[in-house]
């Protein structure tokens, strides 16, 4: 896992008030977030934030601009915070994104590239939004690429499944978290 990073991407509290399902997500992405860290992983939170008064939204953006209509993210609002459950410590990198993928309108690349990092575990909500556009610019810059299924999570659990069993290992190993942690274990 050397030269690997684990991002977080989205777990902010109005996603996770929207798309949680009462499945254990939480508790199990805190359990993949502890176990990067024992693995000696960077983690690194991605999270979206618009700028106020939304300069930063066109309008052809329907997704973006339904959004600004629901009063959602925009940067220092109270539910663009990261979940309390898998807060970041101090050490880690909080990257903030302009659009679905972490990589749009953010410096995550420069964080990556500066740490020499050349394979990501991808974590996140949702499945069908900023993980599959991350997982595909990834893709596009050559990094290795695991996800973590149920890590992830998305409002429709039938694209969730679609996504993770069959688009998904076309580019990445997907895995379960379970799993995952007895690769990375010390």
């Known amino acids: ?7 977080v991407m989205d777990v902010q509290q109005d996603i996770v008030d ?7 997500y939480l508790p199990r992405l805190r359990g993949a977030i502890d176990g ?7 983690v690194i939170y991605v999270v979206i ?3 106020p008064g939304h300069p930063d939204v066109g309008p ?7 959004i600004v209509q629901a ?5 220092g609002a109270p539910g663009t ?11 880690d990198i909080v990257v903030t994104k302009r659009r679905a993928g972490a990589f749009s309108g953010s410096d995550l690349d420069v964080v990556l590239r500066a740490r020499d990092i050349d394979s990501l575990v991808l974590t996140g909500i949702a499945t069908s939004g900023v993980v599959l556009h991350t997982l595909c610019q990834a893709n596009d810059q050559d990094f290795g690429l695991t996800v973590l299924a149920d ?28 799993d995952w942690l007895q690769t990375v274990a010390p």
């Open 1 to 7: 896992m050397a030269n690997s990073a684990f991002l």
């Open 81 to 91: 915070a990261i979940h309390q459950d898998v807060a970041p410590r101090q050490s």
């Open 49 to 51: 934030g618009l700028r």
């Open 151 to 178: 890590a992830c999570l998305d409002t429709d659990p039938e694209v969730h499944r679609f996504l993770t069993e069959r688009l998904f290992p076309q580019w990445a190993d997907v895995v379960a978290v379970e």
């Open 18 to 24: 929207i798309a949680d399902d009462g499945s254990g």
């Open 36 to 42: 990067a860290r024992a693995a000696g992983l960077p």
């Open 60 to 66: 052809h953006n329907r997704v973006l601009n339904s």
């Open 71 to 75: 009063g959602l993210f925009t940067e």
